[in-house]
């Protein structure tokens, strides 16, 4: 059976928005386990180097362009820190690295 | 003083001055939102431009971006459209490729105070994305949702309007902008996870770890075939799951 294209999205937004509801619920009060407590405090450090590398130096058309803007990320977010000023130093790396290649 | 200890002096301290305290999260939020938006707009444009080829509308995207707010997500739920696929297939592969969520709002549901009123547990999950997620989870202590509410309006706002015009607009905006506009959420990552990495040692080598094991399965055979969504879910458990055996925060805390 397939339903019209708004009952879809409908579907799976529903779908999209429970997967991310339920741990809300479930998890209601802090969690004393140490292993489980420490597995998700680690959580968002593996996620988010699983999904910045390789993918930032394959995102542009260029893989220099891309391997430039990961350098200029590091570097930026070792000295300074700041989301703004790292996010726009990565753009500005391939938008000008996108000149000379 | 203890980790807890500390949550509980900050709380203390936040219901104290609840009102500006508040505003001043979510105005933060908004700030730091604006590279999120920019990242946003720059995919979701492409991904107009995908729904536009198989016949979608503006108004069906811009429904589709605003309620869904995932880029794998909704690259799949496109695909599933266009193949006219049945509900029970529909739902299934939502549930695969969104999986890294779940986790997402595992870890994050342990930043919430207990005093929190119930009802941001229902609105909080509508602003976990990669994103807004990695920056929620950065903030010391308990988490004020409206710092996740002040993000998720700008940054959805991008994602939508990117959207509707990569939907309208078509091929209109120059390859060389799209380019610069992708690595911006990628540099956001980076000034998530690499300023904790010069503090602490154990969480810099979690970070070369995992960086290498993701570059691993992209070169080698049989492991490249996996899809992104799984990858990140396969490498998270196992990454993290070790460390927590290995390292327990507790411990480190003492």
């Known amino acids: 059976m397939n339903p019209g294209i708004y009952l879809s999205l409908l579907i799976m937004c529903l779908t999209v928005y429970c997967i991310r509801m339920l741990p809300f619920l479930v998890f209601r009060k802090e969690i004393t386990n140490v292993w489980l407590r420490s597995f998700l405090y680690y959580v968002p450090y593996v996620t988010l180097a699983v999904m910045t590398f390789p993918a930032i130096v394959t995102a542009t058309d260029n893989i220099w362009s891309g391997v430039a803007a990961l350098i200029v990320g590091l570097l930026a977010a070792w000295f300074k820190g700041d989301l703004f000023f790292v996010a726009i130093s990565c753009c500005a790396t391939v938008f000008l690295t996108g000149l000379f290649f | ?254």
């Open chain 2, 1 to 254: 003083m203890t980790e807890t200890d500390k949550k509980t002096k900050e709380n203390t301290e936040a219901n104290i001055s609840a009102g500006p305290h508040t505003l001043s999260w979510f105005a933060r939020g908004l700030r730091d939102g604006i590279p999120i938006c920019m990242g946003y707009f720059a995919v979701s444009f492409a991904l107009g431009i995908t729904a536009r080829g198989i016949g979608m509308n503006a108004l069906q995207a811009g429904l589709m971006s605003m309620g869904m707010v995932a880029s794998a997500g909704e690259f799949a739920a496109i695909v599933l459209i266009s193949s006219h696929a049945g509900v029970i297939e529909m739902i299934s592969t939502c549930i695969v490729v969104n999986l890294r969520y779940f986790l997402m709002s595992c870890s994050l549901s342990q930043k919430l105070s207990p005093d929190l009123p119930f009802f941001h547990r229902f609105l909080l999950p509508y602003c976990i994305t990669d994103e807004i997620f990695g920056l929620s989870s950065a903030v010391e202590g308990y988490l004020d949702p409206c710092y996740s509410y002040g993000m998720t309006i700008i940054s959805v706002a991008g994602w939508t309007s990117g959207t509707v015009l990569g939907v309208l607009l078509g091929n209109i905006m120059p390859a060389f902008a799209v380019n610069a506009l992708s690595v911006s959420l990628y540099g956001m990552f980076l000034a998530i996870i690499i300023p904790p990495s010069r503090k602490d040692r154990f969480i810099a080598g979690l970070v070369v770890i995992s960086m290498t094991a993701s570059g691993l399965f992209s070169l080698l055979p049989v492991l490249s075939t996996i899809s992104g969504g799984f990858k990140v879910i396969i490498l998270t458990l196992l990454i993290a799951g070790a460390a927590a055996f290995i390292h327990p925060i507790d411990e480190q805390k003492q």
